[in-house]
């Protein structure tokens, strides 16, 4: 039986030649007004896929994969994704990422994006999946050129919810860098460490609710959006706070815009409702069609 925690400085017991170390770069360039893969690096544990597919025009999808399976406790990912001048990318992951109960070391994982001039970048990976005692820390920072287009859509699960498990300890640190031609214009940051479960089951926090997502628009049309996302959540036009009647059931939900983005966080009982979501989001923002790899 495990224990019902772990000291933060617990000895790391997997040698650290053993862990997992992935590393990706992905490329996409305008070539006779299509996108077309440009450079392409693949190390260790991380792989990426091109599926052939016209459904989605002009835009070229890119499917990331983990052949560990996963992230245990001290692996470490890191992605470069890069739209080029007038480039189209949409990048997903083939699976959900799970992160696995840490012996007490610290998995970190690490995204870039860069979307140029005209370009349009749409980061879109599965959820990710926090096993109870996990520990990982994850970066995303982004460029934006003022005319680009940058969507990034992150759920997380937090507990493996179809077996009754919840994060209960270990450590969550999450840290949002955007900027757009140089200039930060968007900050984020969570942490969860401690006893997890108490903070979450606060109805401020989480209401003991396991699921959850950040959507982020940086797009010149982003602001005009916002009263057609609130209309798809059941959110009403025009108001800064979410009407809890009107909502489905097992979902919680907000949404902003200023200064050129557009930001909405949802909050669910478990990733059912969350995946609902963010598929009635994604179509009132332009997305037509998710990722095939979401339907397998």
Request: aromatic share 4%.
């Amino acid at each position: 039986m495990f224990a019902t925690a772990l000291p933060s400085d617990a000895a790391a017991t997997i040698p650290v030649e053993r862990r997992g170390q992935g590393r990706l770069l992905v490329e996409a360039r305008a070539l006779d007004g299509r996108t077309v893969r440009g450079r392409i690096e693949e190390e260790g544990f991380a792989r990426v896929r091109f599926p052939r597919s016209g459904r989605r025009g002009l835009a070229l999808e890119a499917v990331m994969i983990n052949t560990g399976g996963g992230l245990a406790g001290g692996d470490a990912s890191q992605s470069c994704l890069h739209a080029g001048r007038n480039a189209q990318l949409v990048v997903t992951t083939q699976a959900a990422e799970k992160i696995y109960r840490s012996d007490g070391a610290t998995s970190h994982i690490d995204v870039e994006l860069i979307a140029e001039t005209g370009a349009s970048l749409h980061w879109m990976p599965q959820a990710t999946i926090v096993f109870d005692g996990a520990r990982v820390e994850r970066s995303i920072a982004a460029e934006v050129a003022p005319d680009a287009r940058l969507l990034l859509v992150e759920p997380v699960i937090l507990g493996r919810t179809a077996r009754g498990e919840r994060l209960s300890y270990g450590s969550l640190r999450d840290r949002w860098r955007i900027r757009r031609s140089g200039r930060l214009i968007y900050a984020d940051g969570l942490q969860l460490d401690g006893d997890i479960a108490a903070t979450l089951d606060r109805r401020a926090t989480a209401g003991g609710w396991a699921a959850f997502a950040t959507l982020l628009l940086v797009a010149p049309d982003a602001e005009a959006r916002l009263d057609a996302v609130r209309g798809a959540l059941g959110l009403a036009a025009g108001e800064d706070e979410f009407l809890p009647a009107e909502l489905p059931d097992g979902l919680d939900a907000g949404a902003s815009a200023w200064d050129g983005m557009l930001s909405v966080r949802l909050l669910a009982r478990d990733g059912a409702p969350l995946e609902s979501a963010i598929r009635r989001v994604l179509a009132v923002l332009g997305v037509g069609e998710v990722p095939r790899i979401w339907h397998s």
